[in-house]
């Protein structure tokens, strides 16, 4: 069975068809991971995770909306990580350098403040990192130590400093983008890391993989990041789906 690690499926694209949706994907995917942006979609995501034993969330602040994380949202979330069993993870956090939707300098201070929040909870963080590998990677260093793991989400960057993350314990997670033809640098960095450290998501409703390609996301299509793993590995497609189940319900703490 499947584990799709990152899929917002509380946004508006489900809406309409979210329950025909889920039970669809549940025929092949066992578990998903929905995490939150800011505090009404870390709600919704919880909500979910409570109206269905497959679907597990993170809570946390997206770069995009660290700007309006107060200091009572950020206390709603260390309750929530402190009360709520299915709440497995910080995230999604991260910086964000491409849009700067919030400011530099507040992204910073927002993705150390829930850094530190889910190493006092013993979670791991989801992370979100977009032109901005230089600072992700500075701060993960300012705030190693045996309590920071986690994942990247979608990950984008060089294979040095996949596997510097990897030394510091987290699992590297790719996404539909991998599977697309002209991904040929991403692919070239999948095929050099080893399967017991990834992790594959779909980011749902978004980057939609081929054949898909164009219509809207939904997590029964990580399997086709698995497939392309398989054939970038040359393993067995059913080998890197139970390698990377076993490894996220290992970095979630999901029995």
Known sequence: MLFDTHAHLYDEKFQYDRDEMLAHIFETVEYVVVPGEDLETSAAALA??????????AVGYHPHLAKEMTDEAFAQLETWTAT????VAVGEI?????????????QRDVFTRQIRLAKRRGLPVIIHNRDAHGDVMA????????????????????????????????YISFAGPVVFPKSTKLKEVAARLPLEKLLIETDSPYLTPPPYRGRRNDPSRVYYVAEELARLHDVAVEEVIRITNANAKAVYGIA
């Not at 979910?48 to 969330?57: E, F, G, I, S, V």
């Not at 709520?84 to 709440?87: I, L, M, N």
């Not at 991260?94 to 507040?106: F, H, T, W």
């Not at 793991?149 to 990897?166: K, R, V």
């Open 139 to 170: 701060i993960l260093r300012a705030e190693r130590d045996e309590s920071l793991f986690g994942i990247l989400h979608c990950y984008s960057g060089s294979y040095e400093m996949a596997t510097e993350l990897i030394g510091m314990g987290f």
């Open 84 to 87: 709520e069993k299915k709440v």
């Open 94 to 106: 991260g910086l964000d350098y491409y849009y700067d939707n919030s400011p530099r300098d507040v």
């Open 48 to 57: 979910l995770a409570h109206a269905h034993p497959q679907l597990y969330c």
